[in-house]
């Protein structure tokens, strides 16, 4: 694989050491150049052509996403971000009072609060604790062993430590006792090889900004075809139901596909541009993305490791992601990525770590320059 000619796909690398592809990813040329075709077709000819240009690439989108994460066209929706998918699921369940949610003290934001709202439905949201920036599996099988419990929600991979959940394994416990699995993908799809159906997952999200080297504003939502009956959307609009291009015959019979979850029109603009993102992460085979990514991550780590720095991710087998969070001893993280930024190298601070996270173009010159400036 040649890398070196993905890195032209990617100006920011002219400037800047760009390693914040777990926070907000600068988009590549080809990106570029879909979201300026979609403009240029939007000044020049409107909606003239709606069905062949707009909706046409819509559906092709939908299915590249589809490719990449081993699941059926008709399973994924378009949704403004990581959040919304996950609040389509804890809106959509048909809980009952009693019922339990079960995630851990890593996750993100985005997977909390929407579990903690339903608080007012009587369903309460079972904490996990983790340890050394890893939620041990054993916890969570503990936890399952309740029949209250109706749905597991974690990370792929959580963004302080960049620990990597085994999904595999957790959606073997989930199937096993008839517990839904609701996974926040968006610090690993694009990056590493993931596959809804082998892993047994419900449902999916995952914003575009991130390793799927798009814009914000819009990611994708899987749904299981075998749970699709079992979730309610939570708002029904003229694009939720079948034959919706018919506008004079009010009905509610909804798609049946994930479809049903898209209420209005979506963001055509982000979809172009996730699709030039999709078709480039497709091209160049996430398994081989995610080898380069984890051979950058070992680097990075030794070179840390040789200038005194504590590593904070786990490195061990099946644990490594494209994260790599340190700390140097006697200086605050903050003062660490201060000191980088002004080097031209982008790290952020995260749960008192200094967070790197390099994508497939990234290569060794970038490391260097984080490390020189260190």
Known sequence: MNWARTRSFFPVTREIAYLNHAGVAPISTRADEALRRYAREATDRGAMDYGKFYDAEIERVRGCAARLMGAAADEIAFVKN???????????????????????????????????????????????????????????????????????ALSSVEFGSGARNDLEALGRLCRERGVLFCVDAIQSLGCLDLNVERCGIDFLSADGHKW?????????????????????????????????????????????????????????????????????????GVVNIEARVLSLTGELVDGLVERGARIESPRGPGEASGIVAFNLPNEAPDRTVARLRAAGVFVVARRGRVRASPHFYNDSSDLGRLLEAL
């Open 212 to 284: 799927l080297l798009s814009m914000e504003g819009c990611g994708v939502f899987y749904c299981s075809a075998r749970v699709l009956d079992q979730l309610e959307p939570r708002v029904v609009g003229w694009r939720s139901v079948t034959d919706n291009l018919d506008f004079d015959s009010y009905h509610l019979e909804l798609q049946p596909s994930a479809g049903r979850f898209e209420e209005g029109t979506p963001n055509t603009g982000g979809i172009f541009a996730l699709g030039a993102a999709i078709d480039l992460l497709l091209e160049l």
């Open 82 to 152: 990581t959040t919304e998918g996950l609040g389509i699921v804890a809106a959509g369940i048909d809980w009952k009072r009693g019922d339990r949610v079960v995630t851990c003290d890593l996750e993100y934001p985005s997977n909390v609060y929407p579990w903690w709202n339903l608080h007012k439905r009587g369903v309460e949201t079972v904490m996990l604790r983790g340890y050394d920036g890893r939620l041990p599996i054993e916890s969570v099988q503990a936890a399952l062993e309740s029949t209250r419990v109706r749905l597991l």
